[in-house]
């Protein structure tokens, strides 16, 4: 049986869209909270790679609204993997 819970990310406006299953196993937890992890990791890469001349105003502001949701995510799949144990 499955164990709903929202996302409390700044992902989604509402916690009626994005769910996820907390009575999933904990090894998938890992798995989906590892994805977005290396995701958060290639993004700073690209930004540690940037050309000085790059308008950092505007990038900035768009790495940040990438960036957030997914640490936020990967945090609450990290707690509930532990919560398994």
């Known amino acids: ?9 700044l992902a989604q406006l509402h916690d ?5 299953d907390a009575g999933a196993p904990a090894q998938h937890l890992f798995e ?13 890469c690209l930004l ?8 950092l105003v505007q990038g900035q502001a768009r790495l940040v ?3 957030l949701p997914m640490a936020a995510e ?3 799949l990290y707690q509930l993997a532990q919560d398994r144990r």
Do not use: G, I
């Open 1 to 9: 049986m499955s164990d709903l819970q929202p996302l409390t990310s």
């Open 16 to 20: 009626d869209v994005l769910f996820v």
């Open 32 to 44: 989906a909270a590892e994805r977005r992890l290396v995701a958060l990791e290639d993004l700073l």
């Open 48 to 55: 540690a790679d940037c050309p000085d001349e790059m308008p």
């Open 65 to 67: 609204s990438a960036l």
């Open 74 to 76: 990967a945090r609450q």
